[in-house]
């Protein structure tokens, strides 16, 4: 019924001068579900891709775009199945167990920073596509993607990079038997300019400590982990601001945008196997806090002091999750019946405040918010034939939220709860070929002020309508999966997935805000060929229509939705010796406006890997990012924004954060 997560250094070649290898202990808890687009992918595959920031890992998930619009400190922008899903609206993000999403969140709804992750630790990632999944709740409407760091390493790691525009990274990875378990612990310390004429002078340290014992079935860790970062920000910036000459594609209009963050945390699992079952448990308490200074639209709103802002996140989070699997039969077919409880609270302090060069000017709010969540699921699993399984279960969401405002009329209490069923068949293998067929609800969360809300905070004259708490959606999928031809895996998938209020960027505020409902509609074809032990290929193409389901004068297209993206690479190398890899990802054109009257550019980016392997253990690679030197964009909107001597309501224009020139970073590694 289900396929275990390979263990940390995955089979086929390896094209990373860091990656060591090693063993997880999530086990089951990375499980496939059946479905064409799901899937698991080893920490050796996503190791193999060069890449710019951690979060472009993720690209490994096929139709997955990871993007930045500012500073290498703020969280990506995500793309997937013709979502814009800004920083992490409607994808769902777990590292170890934990979330990574943050729900009212000061910059925007569902705001996940993976900036602390570090990819020599992956074991393994197991993705999700569609609402269709028990364990996936708010957020993971497009997908979901559960990450898990190893709980020892083969051999321990020393490594440091230097790159173009002042990339410094030095990293060790070492573990150790202590007491019945072993004891992993892994320091990163990193710094880096870019090629933008205000430096981000991003500066970041993080570390990891795990204890633990025994094996995924029957076994614990402990983890805590710390990061803290701070950086300068080059935002996007108007076209016309460029091409008048006002400062160049690199350029900036706000030399002191910015930010800082911290993350520490500290969770556990646990997992017993008995005549009973398997039965999981996991909890986590993470405290979180973060700074950002933007300036979208310079003096639009003010034009004496400016339009910058401060955003302030702090806050403290706990969770957990417990499941208990039962395998036995009904009536002779094979039955596996899974039961499981989350909670999450958040005691957030989350504030907006207007600034001058990141000097307080005043207070926009400034509120204070508990929100509280707990779900139950259930699933049924039957191997009714050996070419016939289903799946059918349910999610059930209930939510709680108080908000105490510095507006009094926009304090309150707020509750809501969600019932969503998910469905799944799958047909065969006849001919090495799988049908699949799937069906589920699924739902996103606002932000808890917008559900409490009754006055404009920046107007408190003006009345505004409340936010539904939970918004639901409701997909559907049929997919088939081939392995006719030795080591090819080949995926075609036609999806639909509905939302009654979609989450959209607003350029004047920098974050996302409640809009019409959607339909999209499309198809995607991935491939995955393993030639030879040595060489492996791949190839991933996702065409989305993504429009309004509603009627407005306005338009039906859906802002920054991408109608393809694409990738293709290549790895090669096996064991001592050369090894290297080369990725291109395409980026489709996305209408910015609903009548679809402007229209971003296409991206494509190439990056490339090479390097050796040493019989005694140290390897040294060379990654060329953008080797082609495309001048395209990595993100762009349009809005109106306003320029010293421009009319008092501004100019709409094109936005852009331009892709970086070529870069190369060179990585000497050692294993011991």
């Known amino acids: 019924m289900t396929a275990e997560a390979p263990a940390g250094g995955g089979r086929g070649p390896a094209a990373n001068a860091g990656y060591v290898g090693g063993v997880t202990g999530i086990g ?18 996503l190791n193999s891709r060069p890449i710019t920031r951690p979060g472009e890992v993720l690209e490994s998930v096929p139709g997955l775009i990871v993007t930045q619009h500012s500073g290498e400190g703020k969280a990506n922008q995500f793309f997937l199945r013709g979502f814009n899903l800004d920083h992490g609206t409607d994808i769902a993000i777990a590292v170890d167990g934990m979330p990574v999403n943050m729900r009212t969140h000061a910059h925007g709804q569902g705001y996940a920073d993976l900036n602390f992750l570090i990819p020599e630790l992956v074991g393994a990632v197991a993705f999700h596509k569609g609402p269709y999944f028990v364990r996936d709740g708010d957020f993971a409407s497009a997908g979901s993607v559960r990450i898990d760091y190893l709980d020892t390493v083969e051999r321990n790691l020393a490594l440091t990079s230097l790159g173009s525009f002042g990339y410094k990274r030095a990293l060790s990875i070492a573990s150790a038997p202590l007491g019945e378990g072993r004891l992993l612990v892994a320091g990163e310390a990193q710094t880096y300019d870019g090629p933008w004429d205000v430096p981000d002078r991003l500066a970041k340290l993080n570390a990891v400590v795990r204890y633990s014992q025994g094996t995924a079935l029957d076994g614990f860790a402990l983890t805590g982990m710390a990061y803290w970062a701070r950086w300068n920000a080059t935002n996007q910036i108007p076209e016309r601001a460029v091409a008048e000459g006002l400062i160049g594609r690199f350029g900036s ?36 806090g973060m700074n950002l200074f933007n300036d979208f639209t310079y003096f639009l709103n003010d034009p004496v002091n400016g339009d910058q802002f401060r955003q302030r996140d702090s806050r403290v989070l706990g969770g957990g999750e417990v499941s208990h699997t039962v395998q036995g039969s009904l009536f002779g077919v094979a039955m596996e019946n899974e039961i499981g409880l989350q909670t999450r609270t958040d005691s957030i302090r989350v504030g907006l405040f207007n600034t001058t060069n990141r000097q307080y000017r005043s207070t926009v709010l400034d509120d204070r918010v508990l929100e509280a969540s707990g779900a139950f699921y259930y699933e049924n699993r039957l191997r009714w034939t050996d070419w016939l399984r289903t799946s059918v279960g349910f999610r059930a969401d209930t939510y709680y939220a108080d908000v105490v405002s510095d507006t009094a009329a926009n304090s309150g209490t707020a509750r809501d709860s969600i019932v969503n069923p998910k469905l799944g068949l799958v047909l065969g293998p006849w001919f090495d070929t799988e049908l699949f067929v799937n069906y589920g609800g699924g739902f996103h969360s606002n932000d808890a002020r917008g559900v409490t809300a009754t006055v404009d905070p920046t107007s408190p004259l003006f009345t505004i309508s409340r936010s539904p708490f939970l918004v639901p959606s409701t997909g559907s999928e049929i997919g088939l999966r081939n392995r006719s031809i030795a080591g090819l895996e080949t995926a075609v998938t036609l999806f639909q997935l509905d939302f009654a209020s979609e989450n959209l960027f607003q350029g004047d505020s920098g974050t996302t805000e409640p809009s019409r409902p959607t339909r999209r509609f499309g198809i995607e074809w991935t491939n995955r060929y393993a030639v030879t032990p ?41 064991g001592p010796g050369w090894f290297g890899s080369m990725r291109l990802r395409y980026f489709g054109p996305r209408p910015l406006i609903e009548d679809n009257s402007v229209r971003s550019r296409p991206t494509a980016l190439v990056n490339g890997r090479v390097g050796y392997n040493f019989d005694n253990g140290v390897s040294l690679s060379l990654d060329v990012l953008n080797l082609t030197n495309a001048k395209a964009d990595q993100i762009t909107y349009f809005y109106a924004s306003r320029l010293p001597g421009e009319a008092a309501d501004g100019v709409a224009d094109r936005h852009i954060h331009p892709v970086e020139p070529t870069a190369l970073r060179l990585t000497l590694a050692g294993r011991f």
Do not use: C, Q
């Open 534 to 574: 040595w060489l492996s290929l791949e190839g991933d193409l996702t065409v989305t229509h993504a429009r309004f389901a509603d009627r407005d004068p306005v338009g039906d297209r859906v802002p920054e939705a991408p109608t393809t993206i694409a990738s293709a690479g290549f790895t090669v190398g096996e």
């Open 28 to 45: 089951g808890g990375l499980r496939t579900v059946d479905a064409a687009s799901a899937g698991v992918i080893s920490g050796a595959a």
């Open 253 to 288: 209009l706000n030399p002191t945008d910015g930010g800082d963050t911290g993350r520490f945390s500290l969770s556990g699992r646990w997992s017993r196997t008995s005549d009973a079952g398997i039965t999981r448990a996991s909890a986590y308490v993470i405290r979180y």
